[in-house]
């Protein structure tokens, strides 16, 4: 009987996912096992496509091509330098260009950080709104009226209930401001409450459903190996 490539994979991905549904039964040897194989071929993975798609890539191939610009090898060393400061302030405590570097890198994420909550949820949460009472002026319906009702009044209670633990750091001087808002961000959390529920209801169904998909395709593929066995 000839043993091949197919049978293998097929083989080994069955012992792994079974070795990892074994932590079900508690912390075994066979879990540790299964995870230790499954980190190493996916940190593994992860190098060769980083020296595949970004070293040779980004780095080595603009070298050798005469033909690209000094600017864009002038931002490759400049990146290379970076790396190898952060590494020798990280792994040998050498401080020379590595806070700077990480000063920088810092000042990059956070802008972009602000930006994206910006551009992606602040300007796109008020555009939304808009956009419903401008689409409001052709629906006379009170439903649509009710419905973009409660998505302002969940808007406005959630942002007050952030603030709510602003106003909690203030002297006791604000207890007026601080019981007024009360209310609103009592209403608030119930929002978020919703919110986050109908997330993890979300992820919990979506993950069930893979859940599902591989354990049928576990039940396949050892059928098909009893198949092929006999």
């Not at 590494?87 to 806070?99: A, I, S, V």
């Not at 009044?153 to 750091?169: A, C, E, K, N, V």
């Amino acid at each position: 009987m000839i043993v091949s490539n197919e049978f293998l994979i097929l083989l080994a991905g069955l012992l792994l996912s079974l070795f990892t549904f074994s932590l079900i039964l508690g912390d075994n040897w066979l879990f540790r096992f299964g995870a230790s194989v499954l980190s190493g071929l996916l940190s593994g993975y992860v190098c060769i496509l980083l020296i595949d798609k970004i070293f040779i890539t980004k780095m080595i191939e603009p070298f050798t091509d005469f033909s690209s610009n000094w600017t864009e090898k002038i931002v490759i060393i400049l990146v290379i330098l970076s790396g190898v400061f952060l590494f020798l302030k990280f792994y040998f405590r050498k401080n020379t260009g590595g806070n700077l570097i990480l000063a920088i890198l810092l000042c990059i994420a956070t802008a972009l950080t602000i930006s994206g909550i910006a551009s992606g949820t602040i300007f796109g949460l008020f555009q939304g709104i808009i956009s419903r009472f401008q689409l409001a002026e052709n629906h006379t319906g009170v439903r649509y009226w009710v419905e973009t009702g409660i998505i302002l009044i969940g808007t406005i209670t959630s942002l007050l209930y952030t603030q709510h633990y602003w106003f909690d750091r203030k002297d006791q001087t604000m207890t007026d401001q601080k019981t007024s808002l009360h209310v609103f961000s009592s209403i608030g959390e119930i929002f978020i409450g919703i919110a986050l529920g109908s997330i993890f209801a979300g992820c919990f169904v979506a993950s069930a459903m893979i859940l599902v998909q591989y354990l049928s395709r576990m039940i396949s593929t050892s059928q098909f190996l009893l198949q092929w066995i006999k």
